[in-house]
């Protein structure tokens, strides 16, 4: 999902007119800051000054504070809105404020063309291929099954018109530098508090993704 999440990133960087893009989000856990993380490094992509001001609600599913969320962060100059909640009341709010935004997980509803895109799991393919390794007797569910966006586990949904041919071409260009031996998490990335959490001629593990990443991206401010 990250690898969607930093290409939804391209697209909201690209679209926003403040450089401030809006992120409400559960907890702070190695699941939400290797979302974060990935979203904040492509918009950086297409906008290298913008800022993802995050706001962590405490729960994963709670209108109110989601979309009391969404108005605190316009407050702060918001004007793209994404969440990593279980529902998308943060997409509501931004719909309610005419806010640009990009969706997660599933699309529930048809949305003004300021929703943008979204990060969407392809659970067709994780399925079969889960299940194709348990009939066959090759499962091992002791382990986790990392399918990425060559294999098409995950994708972004259609574009909004008022997504632009350059942001289009620009993340297709990066859908296949990522699908290649260059991940999202690879080449020189330092924290918020600029600490060098990966060399430029390294790539994060997955077991640091899965579960060490406790630190936010350059660029990612925490709301207070």
Known sequence: MYQVRYLSGIVAGAQSKTGVLGYVASWPMPETNRAINAYTLGAQVSNPDVRVIVRFTGSWDNEEEEKNSVYLLAERGADVITYHEDKPYAIEAAEELGLYSTGFDAVYQDYSDKFLTAALFNWSVVYEKILVDYLSGRANFSKSYWLD????????????????????????????????KNDVFSGEIRDNAGILRCERDECISDEELFNGMKWLAEGVEVYE
């Open 149 to 180: 966006i060559s294999e098409e586990a995950v994708l972004l949904y259609t574009y909004s018109p008022l997504v632009k041919t350059p942001t289009r071409a620009l993340v297709s260009g990066e859908k296949g530098r990522i699908s290649g």
